[in-house]
């Protein structure tokens, strides 16, 4: 580099081994980047630094800032694995500072230099940040034919990214408790992911705002928005996003003591599944309908439910969704038993026993009504009981009880 006159390079890649052998002393042993080769004792990354840093400078000399761009966006790009990110990050900054000196290409450069830096901002968690960066990107994009290497207008990338960060900012505000601030941010979140041209990111913003208007005690906003978002996903088929908006709107409703409505909608939500072959939604469906069934304590409905979630589960070949939904039919059959159980123990009396300790070992369906059994032969009302000397343990096998 010096022999030909690079100095700007050589300084630089001097500057570049002296920051990782700085990051190297302040991770300390036992850190990964500990464990690595430095900088110079990697050949093919100085040839990299070599080829593209001499370029860079040759073309600054010349006054051709686009060609200066470009050579280190062809390394920010090359330093891509995890180790190297720094490296990738640095590139990137001096794309942003060289972009601005750029005249020739109605600021593209510079709009993507914008993405690039936001992309960084919010991987670090700088989200706030990131935000002013995409939002520049945006406003630069507007009007404007530019795509990237995979076909997307740059204006729908930088709407995509303002949705997901706009999202962002209302998770924060929404723990917060800003619940307005967040209403708000999030219509600003749908007017980025409508731009986008993707129905799925417009539920999904949709879906976003109506929790948004939960959170705030406007319900009626709330059912008004989800009622929307079911309409984005059903011809989409996106099950994981009608599951979601069905259940908040149960949700909703129950909160507000409809229980008729609830029980309707859901019931709809299982007839929309069962006619588009969904059947994640199908168990969805039913698993919301068994809960809401077995909290009002009408177990056999539940039982229904819950049973008809688990059989579709099984042809999902999805394990554990089988067992969930193996475990609801357990709880639901538990609470039904306990009616009949109850009865029994209030009863206190001996026919009530045995018909315990019957049920017991054979598991079968107990006598609802013990007094209209007559007692056995072996034991009558006349004859007294010997008293029993200890109380066996209940066999643990007693709590299994769907198989």
């Known amino acids: 580099m010096l022999r030909q006159g690079y100095h700007k390079s050589f300084s630089e890649l001097f500057s570049l081994i002296e920051k990782w052998n700085a990051l190297r002393e302040a991770a300390g042993p036992g850190s990964a980047i500990w464990q690595q080769k430095s900088l110079e004792e990697q050949p093919d ?10 370029r860079a400078e040759a073309a600054q000399r ?10 280190q966006l062809n390394l920010a790009y090359y330093f891509n694995d995890p180790e190297d990110k720094w490296l990738s990050n640095y590139f990137h900054e001096q794309c942003f500072n060289t972009a601005k000196l750029i005249t020739t290409d109605i600021r593209k450069r510079e709009a993507q230099a914008h993405a690039n830096m936001g992309l960084i901002k919010e991987e670090q968690g700088h989200v706030l940040k990131a935000a002013e960066y995409y939002e520049i990107f945006y406003h630069l994009t507007v009007g404007s034919t530019w795509k990237d290497v995979t076909g997307h207008t740059y204006n729908s990338l930088a709407s995509e990214y ?16 800003e619940h307005q601030q967040a209403i708000k941010t999030l219509k600003k979140a749908l007017k980025m992911a409508k731009n986008v041209g993707e129905m799925k990111i417009q539920g999904e913003a949709t879906y ?21 978002s079911v309409k984005i996903f059903t011809p989409l088929c996106e099950s ?11 949700k909703i409703l129950v909160s507000q003591g409809k229980a008729a409505e609830t029980t309707k909608r859901l019931e709809e939500f299982m007839k929309a599944a069962e006619n588009a072959h969904l059947s994640q939604s199908q168990v969805d469906a039913c698993v919301l309908l068994g809960n809401i069934y077995n909290e009002r304590g009408s177990y056999n409905e539940a039982c229904e439910y819950f049973s008809q979630a688990y059989e579709t589960a099984k042809t999902l070949n999805n394990l554990p969704l089988v067992d969930e939904t193996k475990a609801y ?25 045995k018909y315990l300790l019957a049920w017991k070992e054979n598991r079968s369906d107990m006598c ?4 209209t059994v007559e007692p056995d032969k072996e034991t009558s009302a006349s004859e007294p009981c010997e008293p029993l000397l200890e109380t066996p343990d209940l066999d643990p ?5 769907c198989s």
């Open 368 to 371: 609802t009504d013990p007094l």
């Open 240 to 250: 994981a996003g009608l599951s979601r908006a069905y259940a908040a709107i149960a």
């Open 45 to 54: 990354k100085l040839d990299q630094l070599y080829h593209f840093l001499t």
């Open 208 to 228: 976003c705002l109506s929790l948004a208007y939960y959170f705030a005690g406007e319900y009626q906003k709330a059912l008004s928005t989800l009622d929307t």
């Open 329 to 353: 039919c357990g709880i639901a059959k538990a609470h039904k038993l306990m009616v009949p159980f109850n009865s029994h123990i209030e009863v206190e009396d001996l026919i009530s026993l």
């Open 397 to 401: 096998s007693w709590y299994s009880i």
């Open 62 to 71: 010349a006054g051709h800032y686009e060609e200066v761009y470009d050579n």
């Open 162 to 177: 303002l949705w997901r960060i706009y999202t962002l900012l209302a998770d924060k505000m929404l723990e917060n408790k």
